[in-house]
């Protein structure tokens, strides 16, 4: 039988297609953006899963490092939406070259005797579905779905031809607006068709008016460096037109910057035209790092946590930007961190990825203290999770925190098994069996 996917596939699997069925458009939100919302915590309570999990399908979308998003439509319908750029039509649903917005159902048959070409057809008559949004460039950024727009907000390109693009739910209507270097994150959108996120050139843009095609801009430089970038996804208090993002200075050393920040939405003119909106610091000073910030923060409790590249850890009060604590480990071996942590917000326990030599520390939230590290493919006490895993050389992605129906705790991420196919890192997960077990 298929199990129901809805949010634990959203956070680890990398798959979609075609263009066929229209339907009503997404009304309720599963797992609507990256890391499942604003305060970045990728902690996930399923009621409607639990291990082992086990491989049901695949279908090639091409090269992505986007992650999923799953939404329920009007009709209690779930779909997963993924970006993929492929280069030629070798993918599952033929479609010729290009950067796609795919939409692929959660499918309620039994697939297991299905070939891979019924399964494609099954998948098109439950509501698959494309939509180009460029050309075919190698695309970083990931889906944000917002409610209050009815539309999806994405980063698409790479340098210089950069976009920020809104797609309308029903995936017909497509919007973009041009920025001059590549965005990494996923935007954070707001009410009244606004949209905010960082780019690889150090600034941080706020676009208002997308869907009308009379988009206004905002900027605020953290940086202006040649080689100042934020890669960070901007981390949000809920309730609050606040947020907050990291600086990174890539091939350098150098210090980073995590600071707060205020979007001011300055409505529209006399005629309806969208007014630039204004995004303003709120603390003092900017909190500098030890190395650059590359990771997410998470927000919670009144706090941020984060860690730099070197593979430092912070705590810092969301009122001043003060240091709770700051913490390095010197029996954890880290060379290089650049994915995310996990919060699990029962236990108050961090989850901080390793990507080389490849791991996972967890550290107690409210003072940083080390509860345990466990290399990829093994568990807290150095025993392997499963003798069927193949573990890779790299941990590629963040951690996240799932706690089942029956209130097991599970924490993980996904290894690089091959280095140069960045698109199979997410769809490893569900390849392995068995491979999750209570802590």
Avoid at 105 to 131: C, F, R
Avoid at 223 to 239: C, L, Q, V
Wanted: contains cysteine; glycine residues 8%; hydrophobic residues 35%.
């Amino acid at each position: 039988m298929i199990r129901k996917v809805r949010k634990l596939a959203a956070a680890v699997l990398a798959t979609s297609l075609l263009v066929i069925a229209t339907l009503s458009p997404p009304v309720k939100a599963d797992y609507p953006m990256y890391s499942g919302d604003v305060t970045r915590t990728r902690y996930i309570q399923d009621s409607s899963m639990d291990t082992p999990i086990h491989y049901q399908w695949n279908f090639m979308t091409g090269w992505s490092v986007s992650q999923p998003i799953t939404v329920t439509d009007g009709s209690g319908k779930t779909y997963i939406y993924q970006i993929g750029s492929v280069p030629d039509s070798s993918n599952s649903f033929q479609l010729p070259a290009g950067s796609y917005l795919f939409r692929l159902p959660v499918l309620t048959e039994d697939t297991s005797k299905l070939s891979h070409s019924e399964q494609i057809s099954l998948a098109v008559k439950n509501g698959a579905k494309a939509t180009r949004i460029g050309a075919n460039v190698k695309t970083y950024s990931h889906i944000t779905w917002s409610k209050e727009n009815g539309s999806f907000y994405i980063g698409w390109g790479n340098g210089a031809s950069s976009r920020l693009v809104v797609v309308t739910a029903d995936m017909t209507q497509v919007n973009y607006f041009s920025v001059p270097d590549t965005i990494i994150a996923s935007p954070y959108v707001l009410k009244d068709d606004l949209a905010v996120f960082g780019a690889m050139n150090g600034v941080i843009y706020a676009i208002k008016g997308l869907k009308s095609n009379k988009a206004q801009v905002g900027r605020y430089i953290f940086d202006t460096a040649s080689n100042a970038e934020i890669t960070s996804h901007i981390t949000a208090i809920p309730g609050t037109n606040m947020f907050a993002t990291g600086l990174n200075y890539r091939n350098s050393s150098k210090a980073g910057r995590f600071r707060l920040f205020q979007i001011k939405d300055n409505g529209f003119d006399l005629l309806g035209n969208p007014k630039a909106p204004t995004v303003q610091p709120l603390w003092q000073n900017y909190y500098q790092t030890s190395t650059g910030l590359a990771t997410d923060a998470i927000y919670y409790g009144n706090r941020f946590y984060f860690s730099d590249k070197g593979g430092t850890l912070y705590s810092l009060a969301a009122a001043n930007g003060g240091q709770v604590w700051k913490v390095h480990y010197s029996n954890v071996p880290t060379s290089l961190v650049n994915n995310s942590p996990a919060l699990d917000i029962t236990t108050g326990r961090l989850f901080f990825p390793i990507r080389q030599p490849g791991g996972i520390v967890a550290v107690r939230a409210s003072d940083g203290a080390y509860q345990w590290y466990a290399k990829q493919g093994m568990d807290k006490v150095g025993k392997k999770v499963d003798e069927n895993v193949v573990t890779g050389r790299l941990v590629e992605n963040n951690t996240t925190v799932w706690r089942t129906k029956r209130g097991r705790r599970s924490c993980f991420t996904v290894t690089m098994l091959v280095s140069s196919y960045f698109w199979m890192e997410t769809e490893i997960v569900l390849k392995l069996r068995n491979h999750l077990k209570e802590k």
